[in-house]
C-alpha cells in the first residue's frame, strides 16, 4: 500500500529554467495539497486540488507557478523560469475525502529544488 | 499576529525528562487542531489530533483550550527517538487548508 509517491527526490535546475514536480497522492485519496518548507521556516501552503480542479490557491504566488491535478496521472507543481529564492523543499500532501479525515494529511518524502 | 505560534526551541532535555510545547492560534473560527511531527530532512507525520477534552496517546498527552486559543502538548518520560520537530497544526473550517506552525525542536539527549 504505497504512501505518497513525490518525484523527483531532489531537482536541480539553473535560473531561468522550468521545474516540474510531481506527487501521486495514496490510493483512495482524492485531495491533494503543495507545500513549501524554506530551510529553517515552516510549511507554507500553496494550492489544494482535487481531480480536475484547483480548490484553494491563495498561497501560490501570482506569477510563474501553477499546478495542476488531471483526471489521469498525478498532480504536477510547475514553476517557470526559476530564481534562486525558489529553491526549497516542496511537500506534496494527500488526504481521503471524507469530513472526518479532511486535515489529516499523509506527506510524501518531498522534492528538494535547487536554482544555481 | 501570526496564524499559529509555537515556543521557540531547541528544547535541550535528558531522557526521561518531561517537556511540555505550548502553542496559540489567531483564527478563532479554527475547527480542527493537530500536533505532527517532522525528523530532519524529512516530510512531517501526522503525530495526534487534539480534542477539545483533551486526549492522551502513550506519553503523549494533547490538550486544547478554546477560550484561550491554545495548545499544548506534553510528552512524558521522554526517549532518545522522540528528538524531531513539533509542528502545531491548526485548520478553519470548512475545506481551508491546514496552517502549520513553524515548529518547535526537541532534542533529547543521553
Known amino acids: 500500500n504505497a504512501g505518497v509517491m513525490q518525484n523527483p527526490r531532489h531537482l536541480v535546475r539553473r535560473r531561468g529554467q522550468e521545474a516540474r514536480l510531481r506527487c501521486s497522492p495514496m490510493?483512495?485519496?482524492?485531495?491533494v495539497y503543495w507545500y513549501r518548507q524554506l530551510p529553517e521556516e515552516g510549511l507554507k501552503f500553496m494550492v489544494y486540488l482535487q481531480k480536475e480542479n484547483i480548490i484553494d490557491e491563495s498561497g501560490m504566488p501570482k506569477e510563474r507557478f501553477s499546478a495542476e491535478f488531471p483526471k489521469e496521472g498525478p498532480s504536477i507543481l510547475r514553476i517557470q523560469q526559476v530564481v534562486r529564492g525558489d529553491s526549497a523543499a516542496y511537500f506534496c500532501?494527500?488526504?481521503?475525502?471524507?469530513?472526518?479525515?479532511?486535515?489529516?494529511?499523509?506527506f510524501g518524502s518531498g522534492t528538494q529544488l535547487s536554482v544555481l | 499576529r501570526k496564524e499559529v505560534e509555537q515556543d521557540p526551541g531547541p528544547f535541550n532535555v535528558p531522557e526521561g525528562a518531561t517537556v511540555a510545547f505550548n502553542c496559540t492560534y489567531s483564527?478563532?473560527?479554527?475547527?480542527?487542531f493537530f500536533w505532527y511531527r517532522q525528523d530532519c530532512r524529512k516530510e512531517p507525520k501526522l503525530l495526534m489530533s487534539?480534542?477539545?477534552s483533551g486526549n492522551e496517546d502513550g506519553r503523549f498527552t494533547a490538550q486544547l483550550n478554546r477560550a484561550s486559543q491554545y495548545i499544548s502538548l506534553l510528552i512524558r518520560d521522554s526517549k532518545l527517538s522522540d528528538s524531531a520537530t513539533y509542528l502545531c497544526v491548526v485548520r478553519g473550517s470548512g475545506n481551508t487548508p491546514l496552517v502549520f506552525g513553524k515548529g518547535t525542536r526537541l532534542s533529547v539527549i543521553a
Open positions: 500532501a494527500s488526504s481521503r475525502q471524507r469530513q472526518g479525515d479532511i486535515g489529516k494529511l499523509f
Open positions: 490510493k483512495g485519496h482524492s485531495h
Open positions: 487534539v480534542y477539545s
Open positions: 483564527n478563532s473560527a479554527s475547527q480542527s
